[in-house]
Structures are given as structure tokens and as C-alpha cells.
């Protein structure tokens, strides 16, 4: 990657910390996007699917219950 920003390379306890729903990091494990899940089912699944169709990894970040 050239000249990657400090947080792409962050921990997935630091965006669940910000309040990511979920996060998708690429093929070397840096962070691309992040996505909330506030009510809008549509959006985050279409938001899954470009991370799909990119490739990415999607990592669940909401908290265990």
C-alpha cells in the first residue's frame, strides 16, 4: 500500500470503541470502510455486498451478547 494512513492500520477494538457496527479490511488487513447498523437493513446489506464484490473482509464488530 503506498503511504498508508495510520488508521488503516488500527485494531478492530479501536473502531468498535468508535461505534462501527462493522468493519471490511482488504486482502493485507487494512482497514478500507466501516458501516453503522442503525435501523437501515437495505443500506447495510448492500453495503455487505460491495464489500463482497471487492473482496474485503467483513469483521463483525458489534458487542457479544
Not at 488500527?10 to 468498535?16: A, G
Not at 468493519?23 to 448492500?46: P, S, V
Request: proline share 6%; net charge negative; aromatic share 10%.
Amino acid at each position: 500500500m503506498k503511504d498508508p494512513q495510520p488508521i488503516n492500520l488500527k485494531p478492530d477494538d479501536y473502531f468498535r470503541e468508535q461505534g462501527w457496527a462493522a468493519l471490511a479490511r482488504d486482502a493485507d488487513g487494512h482497514a478500507i470502510t466501516t458501516c453503522r447498523r442503525d435501523g437501515h437493513e437495505g443500506d447495510f446489506k448492500d453495503w455487505l455486498a460491495e464489500c463482497f464484490d471487492n473482496g474485503l473482509t467483513v469483521v463483525n464488530l458489534s458487542p457479544q451478547t
